[in-house]
């Protein structure tokens, strides 16, 4: 199994988020879901499902040089994911 992925945030804005919110972001993974529901919140559901896999283009991490396959370690970077809610 992968090891979780790395999650990056560039800016130190705090977040504007309730405390039950933010213990659900206390894993790697609450962080990732959080980010990609702000941007699933952020359009229609006609727009998401039509705009999917370009979406994930934009956000993927990007594959070490030498490493093929699944399950290369990478940097997520959740402040990118985040924008592409602010982008519309």
């Known amino acids: ?3 979780a ?3 990056a945030r560039k800016s130190s804005r705090p977040p504007k988020r309730s ?3 933010s213990r659900r972001r206390s ?3 609450g962080e990732i879901g959080w980010s990609l529901l702000t941007v699933a919140q952020s359009m229609p559901t006609e727009e998401i499902a039509a705009r999917a896999y370009r979406l994930y283009e934009e956000f993927r991490p990007a594959i ?3 490493v093929t ?3 290369a370690a990478g940097e997520l970077d ?3 994911i985040e924008g ?3 982008r519309r």
Request: charged letters at 15%.
């Open 1 to 3: 199994m992968p090891d």
């Open 5 to 7: 992925p790395k999650v």
């Open 19 to 21: 405390t039950s919110a």
């Open 27 to 29: 894993t790697p993974a």
């Open 64 to 66: 070490p040089a030498g």
């Open 69 to 71: 396959g699944w399950g």
């Open 78 to 80: 959740l402040d990118l």
């Open 84 to 86: 592409l809610s602010e």
